[in-house]
Every structure is written in structure tokens, then in C-alpha cells.
């Protein structure tokens, strides 16, 4: 592994977070144009549609909702996948398309993220701050998501124009956001850009003239991408057993009739093995892999690939299933002990579980303890968890159980928001 590991361009995944409006598709599509990804042709062709519903400048965001054929084979695409590559690294976008439902999109788009791209329209530096920017920092954060780059977004708006000043004051303000919520600060980086008109994304700004503080203050968007990708994974991860959960499942190629995509977590696989399915249990054959868009005999941990199966029906094939070594498959669980971070405040009661791409219901069955900052016993059998407090509680899920192991990372979610998000500490049948 390690010899075919080495000679690999290194990949990196990335998830897009941030308000609504604060430019996160029209960034990508600039990103994809610049890079080579799409054509200027296509975007032309998406500009005379956007220009005819009087929305010209929406061309670039529409090259990501646009539908690819994957999207029209998947059963449930919730989490789109576009590509670009440098002489560097190979990159792959995961986006949750439509913007419904986004939070949980998110939340699977992030479980198989190496980093998180956080995008910030300078001139709306108060709404960037809280609500859905919040939440998705949170969000990163629970998902175990350690790299964050910042794009201080709309460089080029003159209503009003920003400079240097801001970009400092937008950096300090989300700086503290982000160590609050347990960012490392060596770990953010900030840069200013454009995507509506490409300054500093791929293309650098040029060091005279009134953006001439962009070229000394910071590198460009992707420059600082690139930077953030490494490859470097435990070999002992790399020969743990296989743990891959579905993302999405694709049926009717014709030369592959039933696919999955999903990264690796751990382990490895190759053409020929037989993988069990749980909560299932029902075995498949691995007929073929692919990875960074080639077909390879092979794949290892942190990689994102889809898997050709056979000898499995396709009912039993569900987005948020796990694909497991069959020596030592995942086990499925009834509950567990999660130690949370409370961001609602909480009292026994039903909650939607998600576990990356897994989507169930549970209840909160019992407040073991809260905890202070520290992680020190504050309360045994507390009445109720207070927002912003630490805690273990026990969950007990519906639907005879999930597969899970201990140091998984779990969001529970109630009535649409995100009540607290943590780690499991025990499973329990
Ligand atoms: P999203 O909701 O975060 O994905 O934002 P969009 O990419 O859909 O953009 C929202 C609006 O902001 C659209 O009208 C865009 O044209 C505009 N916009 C996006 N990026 C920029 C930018 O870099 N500069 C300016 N001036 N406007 C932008």
C-alpha cells in the first residue's frame, strides 16, 4: 500500500460552508472555470439562460447545480461531487445541492471532508457571524473537520468598497469565532477574493494599484487549498479493517449495474473482496473501484471512490450503510453513551440522529452527567442540559439500531435545528 500510496497525487475533499447569499456556488463555479474544470463555453451557455431570467450573474453558481450524469443515475444524490485538479493535488468539491436541506447534506458532505471552505461577504460581516455561519462552524467542528480557509468574499463590490481595514476586522471577528468553537489558529487561514469576478481565487492580483495589499497580505484561494491538502495517513489506519460508509448509491450503468460512493475511513479494499453491509449483514462482491475518476485495482483509507459491487440486491444497498471487512464488520448498536456539546438546551426527549450520511431517529433516553469545561463531573442525573454546557447522555435509536463504534461523531438535530453534536463514548445493544 504504502509504494502505491506514494506514487499518488495527493487528493483532498472539501466541503462549503457559510450564509446564504454570501457567494459559496458562484466561488466554486469560478474555481472549476479557472482551473480548467468547465469551459468558458459552458458557462457562456449558462450566462444566456441566467441573462434571459434577468439573473446574469448567477451564471457561475449554476455550473454547480447543473445536472451531471451521475446525478441523474443516483437514487439519492444529496451530496454532488465536482472535480478539479492542479499540478498538485486533486480536489474534489462536495456540495449539497439545491440549498433544501442543507444542514444535513452538510453533515455527510463533512464527515468525508478533509477541510472546510468557510465564505464570508465582507460587506455582511454581522449576518456572517451568527446564524447559519454558526451552526455550520459548529458543524465542521463535530464532524471532525480540523482545517478551515477562509474566503473573504465579493473583493470586487463597490457598494460599499472594502479594503485592508476589513479584511482585518472580518479576520479578527471570525478568528474568535473559530478558536471559541475549537479551531486551532494555525489552522485558518484567511484570504480576500472575488468569485463573481475571479480576483485572488486562482488568479493572483496584481501588487500595484488599489487591491495591491491582497498580493502581499495573503495567497491566493487555491494556492491556500493546496497547501491545506496532505496525505499523510497512519499506516495503521491504512490496515485497519475496511469501514466505508455509503454516500450514495447509483444503479443502471451499463457495465456496472450497482455502484457506491463514500470515502474510506479505514482500511483498505480491493477488486475481488467480499464486503459485509450492515446493519444488513448481507455480503457483496467488489467488482470494480474507482478513484479520482480512474479505474484502480485498489483503494485505502481517506480515499473517495466508488465501489462496483455484485451478489447483493439493491434494497439492501442504502446511503448510510457501512461497508465493512468481513472479519470484523461494525457492529450495530441499539444506543449509546455520547458525550455532547449542548448547543439548545436539552431534557429527555426524540431527536433525529445523524451519523455522517446516516439519518435516524432516537430518543435521549437519560442525562447521565454534565461536565464543565474541564470535562470534570459538574451533576450527576442532571434535569436538564443547559445550552452551551458539555454532557453525557445516553441515546437509545429506533429502527433496531445503526452501525457504530466508539469515538464516532454523531449530530442530534430536533425540529430542524442542531440541539448538540459529540462523540460516542460506549455502544450498548
Ligand atoms: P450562495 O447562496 O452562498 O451560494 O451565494 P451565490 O453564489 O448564489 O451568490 C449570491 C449572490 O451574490 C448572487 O447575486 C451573486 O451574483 C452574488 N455574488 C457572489 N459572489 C460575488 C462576488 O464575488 N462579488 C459580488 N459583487 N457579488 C457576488
Known sequence: WKDGKAKRKPAAAFVVIGHVDHGKSTLMGRLLLDTGAVSQRDIDKYKKQATELGK?????????????EERERGVTVDIAQHHF???KVDFTILDAPGHRDFVPNMIGGASMADLAVLVVDANQLE??????TREHILLAKACGLKRIVVAVNKLDSSSPPWGEATFEQVKDEVTKLLTATGFAAEDIAFVPCSGLNGQNVVTPVPSNG??????????????ELERSASDNVAEATIKASLRMQIADV???GITNPLSVSGRIATGNVQVGDSVIVQPSGETAAVRGIEASSDGVEWAVASQLCTLHLTDIEPQHLRAGDVLCSTSKPVPVVKSFVVQIQALESILPQGVDVHVG???TSGIIAALITTLDAQGELLKKKPRVVKA??????KVVLSDG?????????VVLRANGSTVAAGKVERTGS
Not at 56 to 68: E, R, Y
Not at 127 to 132: A, E, L, R, V
Not at 210 to 223: E, M, P
Not at 401 to 409: I, K, N, Q
Open 357 to 359: 450520511r446516516l439519518h
Open 388 to 393: 452551551g454546557q458539555s454532557a453525557n447522555v
Open 85 to 87: 485538479s492542479t499540478d
Open 127 to 132: 449576518s456572517g457571524m451568527k446564524g447559519q
Open 210 to 223: 488599489k487591491t495591491g495589499w491582497v498580493a502581499s497580505s495573503s495567497r491566493t484561494l487555491l494556492q
Open 401 to 409: 439500531g445503526a452501525p457504530l463504534e466508539v469515538g464516532d461523531r
Open 250 to 252: 447509483f444503479r443502471g
Open 56 to 68: 446574469a450573474s448567477f451564471a457561475l453558481a449554476w455550473v454547480m447545480d447543473t445536472g451531471s
